[in-house]
């Protein structure tokens, strides 16, 4: 079993920065994949960057490569999204999910299906 735990969600203006952090406990020395997703009410949950906790091998959408940097701290159990130049449609509920036991995060990293556990998710929003 694993706890996720997402803060850093905020209110913030276009062109901003945000450093979101999802904290792991529980069973979390195993190699998993940790990924950042993101909804807008009404929509369907999309997968923003992903991260293997061996070896840090990293994978982002299209809408956010070059903005958003996906990191891990191991010793605190912690993954970060960092954000910037922040867009207005940014602007979603963002989660952390995680898949253990799996030597790399899949091809289908993205899709929600993959993910055993979650977050209660941090809101982020963005305005113009």
């Known amino acids: 079993q694993v706890q996720l735990v997402e803060s850093g969600g905020a209110s913030v203006q276009a062109g901003r920065s945000l450093r979101l952090s999802c904290s792991a406990s529980?069973?979390?020395?195993?190699?998993?994949?940790m990924v950042w997703f993101r909804q807008i009410p009404g929509k369907e949950r999309e997968g923003v960057a992903a991260i293997h906790t061996n070896g840090g091998s990293t994978y982002y959408a299209d809408s956010v490569k070059g903005r958003f940097t996906v990191s891990q701290d191991n010793a605190k159990n912690t993954v970060y999204l960092q954000m910037n130049s922040l867009k207005p449609e940014d602007t979603a509920m963002y989660y952390c999910?995680?898949?253990?036991?799996?030597?790399?995060?899949?091809?289908?990293?993205?899709?929600?299906?993959?993910?055993?556990?979650w977050g209660q998710g941090t809101q982020v929003t963005v305005s113009s």
């Open positions: 529980g069973n979390t020395d195993i190699d998993s994949c």
């Open positions: 999910a995680a898949e253990t036991v799996v030597a790399w995060c899949p091809r289908t990293w993205s899709e929600v299906d993959e993910y055993t556990y």
